[in-house]
């Protein structure tokens, strides 16, 4: 059977029953960021269908988060497998009482894809989630260099502590990138840097932001400047570090910078930080929320790097269908237990799921598939950026499987205007229209995608 | 089909399988803080067991999460609905692709048990997650209202918000009280007041606590102590609001302080609360992660308050198997879309948990029941507390359903004990025992119980 269905555009979108029906929703839910109201039931493989019984080609795939299409048959036999119902019914205090398969359900789904020298695992329920805990543990790894190893609490720290009062809540830093996006919980709020609208009006933590290269396109022809421009975030990173006001335990990185805009830096700007951050001490976190689990043509972003050593945490979520971080250093283990605690500790039904994503990635061969179909679909778009020069610009995702991006002039028109011609896709940054399909995007999607956004692009 | 099952423990506990399975587990996940490792197959209604075999009467319930019993019929089929299959697999990004299906499942389901004067619902994944929106949602009214109606964000908020910097990142405080527990993410953790291992070496915000009332036991011989005591809390909570070094924008409260040492106070306390946060324009957010969905003998801990006016906020999560808030204030709802807003907005497949768990509470009038159960029990603990006044004091729960707890001289030696009779059974605080049965607790099960608790006591 081919993946290949037909587009149908029937209505205006979003038709009159996605509007009448997010009308009846926002009598008790905010409904002023939906487009349109889906019937998943009848959504497969990489379209979306909507209540109106529109057919889009999906590049956008729930905020980057479907991993192997709509209503797959791995992940619906997984959902109907009696440890997922178990899951769902019995949901455990998994720190406190675990069940019989929790071994196995880490073993055999997400340790299988354990980035390189990272072969701990801590679950959570959402990226931003990931990313605080990674910062909790960089802090207390912190703190317990400091202190000294096996050195006791003192009675001062302790008290203070619950008093919000120093010594026991010391000020602490996470440096993080400008555009960057890592949540928006107050940890993880306060080193995302992307937008106002994220950040307006809520309390931060007097937190460093360096800068993040940026590159000028196309890369080929811009090197020296381009190697120019990271030397000098690098710099400005090290000189934060060894001078912010109070100790940089953790510096966060996304691979690449998707909410802010899709930015990309090279293998030697992350080289860089992690020579970095070994030098001073300072947890290297990988925020791998987005660009994890295949997209790039790799099962992780930063494996594009070939780092001398892996970096201390990398987080993930989104297309996992779950979220947690994993970290290699034995140290960020908490010197007592219920440190890194909570109830839940993430959720069993929801790793059983990444199971079934995983077993789907690898079976299928999907980062290879993605990285062969990337390079296809990157080639399309150069054509497309030579056509359109003032409307494709600033191409990027070059050898990074289907993570590809570029700036248009107004990309909210643009993606609305693809939208009523049959695709969902999406924006980030300010300017910037990026490609998201999910990782069962194939070589027969692509004419449809190049000559929709040829249309699109023509008559803008 | 008696809902009593026999306990049996044949190994010491941990026992041997549990051991070797936590053993394996520690290979890559933190295991230290593990009981046993369960087999939840085997576990069913009010007992738990573990892979040794053992079957213990589970007062403790998964921290107070499991709400109708382990394998529940009416939550197993709901796990294998359709709707909850499509929810896994298609895991959509609730505030832009909507399913069709979500608006009938929040209205039949959360909806149901909206509290009193709050009808509006955001969902989210954690009560820590759940009370940090709730944080968000109280500051961005709190500016608003400084700003004017619909006056516009400057150039200077938008650009110093990105950095971290006043006048867009403002310093605004949430009140909380000594000994509250309110989650652990940055914002969360700075309203925690419990434990020193929850919150050492973590930076947090300059945030007030207040000192929450200190009851003494029996309450009726303690009246005039008491509301003294409850006076001196409310107005040091006034004094903090009106001298607190910036604005407080929202006060948190548990109705019974649960991890910090199930610390209760009269419904007198709380409309002070009331009128004090309607006094000051504070944002009044009622944490009912522990207390809602039943466990007190009403559906909310709050509704044994009668508050002339609703609290602004409501927070849950736990028993619900999903979390959130509701709230009642329109203008709670930010003024711009996106601002309250991320990926995932909970889960949908969790929230079709939640709808099957309304419906067990309610067909199956558990509240009720929870409160009938409760007074029973109590009065079997009333009994205890009279033959053992040095190992059980201050006796708390008077018509708070199954809420029931005491101090006790070693209440970790306690709860091992009662392990090895077969009572899964939990602590708080101190030296505070809790008891935490499910809301299928019945009548019948109170024998073994209190036998149990009398045995242990006996041989303290």
Sequence with gaps: MSSVREVKVATEIPGPKSRAEAEKLGAFFDNRAFYFIADYDKSSGNYIVDVDGNQYLDVYSQIASIPVGYNNPTL???????????????????????????????????LRVAPKGLDQIFTAQS?????????????MLYRRKQRGEGVEWTE?????????????????AILSFANSFHGRGFGSLSTTRSKAVHK???????????????????????????AAEEKRCLEKVEELIKTWQFPVAGLIVEPIQSEGGDNHASAAFFQGLRDITQK???????DEVQTGFGATGKFWGHEHWNLTSPPDIVTFSKKANTAGYFFGNPQLVPDKAYRQFNTWIGDPARVVMAKAVVEEILS????????????????????LAEKYPQLVQNLRGK???TYIAFDTKDSAALVKKMKTLGVNIGTCGVRTVRLRPMLVFEEAHIPYLIESLDKALGSA
């Design 280 to 286: 001073h001490n300072v947890t290297m976190i990988v």
């Design 364 to 383: 299928k061969d999907l980062c290879n598939q993605t990285a062969r179909v990337g390079a296809a679909l990157y080639k399309e778009m150069e054509r």
């Design 200 to 226: 307006l009006d809520i309390p931060s933590f007097n937190w460093p932001q360096a800068p993040f290269p940026a590159l000028k396109y196309p890369l080929d022809e811009y090197k020296a400047e381009n």
């Design 76 to 110: 619906i036999k997984a959902a109907q497998s009696p440890e997922l119902i178990s899951a769902l019914v019995n949901r455990p205090a998994l720190g406190n009482f675990p069940s019989s398969q929790w071994h196995d359900v880490l073993k055999n789904g997400l």
């Design 156 to 172: 001062e720290e302790i008290a203070s502590c619950l008093d919000n009062a120093k010594p026991g809540s010391p000020d602490l």
């Design 127 to 139: 990226g931003s989630e990931a990313n605080e805990l990674a910062y909790k543990a960089a802090m």
């Design 399 to 401: 050898d990074r499987g």
